[in-house]
């Protein structure tokens, strides 16, 4: 099933339910949300040295060292 097909069913759902109950979907998405956010946030600090690299990056950028990615690549 794909994301149309899925949200498409979803809204249905939805409609046919109370205040209370959209109530209780909208705070069980929200926690969906912020899980996956932290799974993606987890799955970023695994990797070795990321922390590192990240602050660097940060660095160079407020010093003004980078490189406009269009004058590297053209054909993008």
């Known amino acids: 099933m794909n ?3 899925i949200r498409q069913q979803i809204n249905q759902y939805l409609d046919g339910l109370s205040s209370e109950r959209l109530e209780m979907v909208a705070e069980f998405i929200a926690y969906l ?3 996956e956010s ?3 946030t ?3 600090l695994d990797i ?3 922390i590192e690299s990240f602050e660097r990056g940060k660095k160079d950028i407020a010093a003004g060292k980078v ?3 269009r004058n590297i690549r053209s054909d993008v």
Request: cysteine-free; overall charge negative; glycine content about 6%.
């Open 38 to 40: 932290e799974e993606a």
């Open 67 to 69: 490189t406009n990615w």
């Open 42 to 44: 987890q799955e970023l």
């Open 3 to 5: 994301s149309t097909t």
């Open 33 to 35: 949300s912020e899980k």
């Open 48 to 50: 070795p040295g990321f």
